[in-house]
């Protein structure tokens, strides 16, 4: 519901200094759009979502596409209906709703509420990107990387990771970390795949922490910290990473980055075997219970 309240605001904010005047300077359909804030602030969504339909669906009011887009789409104390969401959003996207064109582009690639064109999402993906939506800049740069429905460019798909991770995109982060690091789409840029990494750690990103641990560990971009990097190898693992598990219970063992502890160790080693890591079971096993 945030994100349903914030695109709420939008609308009051649409219709400020309209309310005085409801009788003479508003049409049906704007009565509508006031009508469906006012009852989501109430709580009466099923108001707000038959006046949303009302005053996206016939007056074609691009905020009000986008509450009905969000309700229909998540299901939000109403039925979830794609295909309803689908349209709401293309509507959006049409009126140069960002949020609206992320959501469309986003299910014409995926082929939700209706058929796959992911050569019909370039344009919504495109639009909400330069509207500073990061997920929408993650899933264009995934087109060019893989080269669906556009010829592959990984210059062009890095820089749109790049973008996506400057808007807090934690898979865009993560994805530039990798090409980053690969030189994919550029040249090696160590120091740039170290932050992209950091970045997606601290958003939570396991496997962002997996990489950024291990270029602590090697000095790879950043100047070398083994405790800072046994810290992130813990920090993976806890984010379910199996190779955070198993680099924690190693360090741990061996005394690198730290102090040796073998409790922790074999505590580290376990996780590693509870997702499903032999290896995990087998070191973990090996340290007898103190």
Same mark, same amino acid.
């Given at each position: 519901?945030?994100?349903?309240?914030?695109?709420?605001?939008?609308?009051?904010?649409?219709?400020?200094?309209?309310?005085?005047?409801?009788?003479?300077?508003?049409?049906?359909?704007?009565?509508?759009?006031?009508?469906?804030?006012?009852?989501?602030?109430?709580?009466?969504?099923?108001?707000?979502?038959?006046?949303?339909?009302?005053?996206?669906?016939?007056?074609?009011?691009?905020?009000?596409?986008?509450?009905?887009?969000?309700?229909?789409?998540?299901?939000?104390?109403?039925?979830?209906?794609l295909p309803l969401a689908?349209?709401?959003?293309?509507?959006?996207?049409?009126?140069?709703? +960002?949020?609206? #064109?992320?959501? *469309?582009?986003?299910? !014409?690639?995926? =082929? @939700? &509420?209706? %058929?796959? /064109?992911?050569? $019909?999402?370039?344009?919504?993906?495109?639009?909400?990107?330069?509207?500073?939506?990061?997920?929408?800049?993650?899933?264009?740069?995934?087109?060019?990387?893989?080269?669906?429905?556009?010829?592959?460019?990984?210059?062009?798909?890095?820089?749109?990771?790049?973008?996506?991770?400057?808007?807090?995109?934690?898979?865009?982060?993560?994805?530039?970390?990798?090409?980053?690091?690969?030189?994919?789409?550029?040249?090696?840029?160590l120091t740039g795949a170290?932050?992209?990494?950091?970045?997606?750690?601290?958003?939570?990103? +396991?496997?962002? #922490?997996?990489? *950024?641990?291990?270029? !602590?560990?090697? =000095? @790879? &971009?950043? %100047?070398? /910290?083994?405790? $800072?990097?046994?810290?992130?190898?813990?920090?993976?693992?806890?984010?379910?990473?199996?190779?955070?598990?198993?680099?924690?219970?190693?360090?741990?063992?061996?005394?690198?980055?730290?102090?040796?502890?073998?409790?922790?160790?074999?505590?580290?080693?376990?996780?590693?075997?509870?997702?499903?890591?032999?290896?995990?079971?087998?070191?973990?096993?090996?340290?007898?219970?103190?």
């Amino acid at each position: 519901m945030q994100k349903l309240f914030k695109v709420c605001v939008a609308v009051s904010l649409l219709f400020a200094g309209a309310n005085a005047h409801a009788q003479s300077g508003m049409n049906s359909y704007q009565q509508a759009a006031l009508a469906g804030q006012e009852a989501a602030n109430k709580g009466d969504h099923a108001t707000a979502f038959a006046k949303y339909k009302i005053a996206c669906l016939e007056g074609n009011i691009p905020v009000t596409c986008n509450n009905l887009g969000v309700m229909a789409y998540q299901g939000s104390n109403v039925a979830k209906d794609l295909p309803l969401a689908r349209r709401a959003y293309e509507k959006g996207c049409a009126g140069n709703i +960002a949020s609206s #064109c992320d959501v *469309y582009g986003k299910m !014409l690639k995926n =082929g @939700e &509420g209706g %058929p796959e /064109d992911i050569a $019909a999402s370039l344009g919504p993906l495109s639009k909400a990107c330069d509207g500073g939506r990061g997920s929408a800049c993650y899933n264009l740069g995934y087109l060019y990387y893989a080269g669906k429905g556009v010829a592959t460019d990984l210059g062009k798909g890095r820089g749109l990771f790049g973008k996506a991770c400057e808007g807090d995109n934690v898979d865009g982060c993560y994805a530039l970390g990798l090409m980053s690091q690969n030189g994919q789409g550029g040249p090696v840029d160590l120091t740039g795949a170290a932050k992209a990494f950091q970045k997606s750690c601290t958003k939570g990103k +396991a496997d962002g #922490c997996l990489n *950024y641990g291990n270029a !602590l560990y090697g =000095g @790879e &971009g950043v %100047p070398q /910290d083994r405790v $800072a990097a046994r810290a992130t190898f813990a920090k993976a693992c806890n984010a379910g990473a199996v190779g955070g598990c198993m680099n924690t219970g190693i360090l741990a063992r061996t005394g690198d980055g730290g102090g040796v502890d073998m409790a922790m160790a074999r505590k580290y080693f376990g996780y590693a075997c509870k997702l499903g890591n032999q290896d995990g079971c087998n070191e973990a096993k090996a340290i007898p219970q103190q």
